[in-house]
Nanobody, 116 residues
Framework: QVQLVESGGGLVQAGGSLRLSCAAA????????MGWYRRAPAKQRELVAA???????SYADSVKGRFTISRDNAKNTVSLEMNSLKPEDTGVYYC??????????WGQGTQVTVSS
């Protein structure tokens, strides 16, 4: 199973910004839907943002207007720009790559901690 690799997590104060990146499986990247998920402490993993092969995006209500997902098909990467971060954004952020029922792979996660 191909492993996705996330980077860019860290510790930031409330109101600050972070940018997460994910290096994905290259051969099928252009055909894949990409998503960012997070697991907050004591909560289930939830979808934060997703981007389709056509570039359409969707966001969790809690991050709309603050987070932006983007993809670079030339570099096989997907990014998540996170602004105006809040303590409730704290969690482990995971990248996911999906191609229908053919391919579904996750990264190991990167920790984001927002201090108040």
């Amino acid at each position: 199973q191909v492993q996705l690799v996330e980077s860019g997590g860290g510790l930031v104060q409330a109101g600050g910004s972070l940018r997460l990146s994910c290096a994905a499986a290259g051969s099928i990247f252009r055909s894949s839907t990409m998503g960012w998920y997070r697991r907050a402490p004591a909560k289930q993993r939830e979808l934060v943002a997703a981007i389709t092969i056509g570039g359409s995006t969707s966001y969790a209500d809690s991050v709309k207007g603050r987070f932006t997902i983007s993809r670079d098909n030339a570099k096989n990467t997907v990014s998540l720009e996170m602004n105006s971060l809040k303590p409730e954004d704290t969690g482990v952020y995971y990248c996911r790559q999906q191609l229908g029922n053919i391919f579904d792979s996750w990264g190991q996660g990167t920790q984001v901690t927002v201090s108040s």
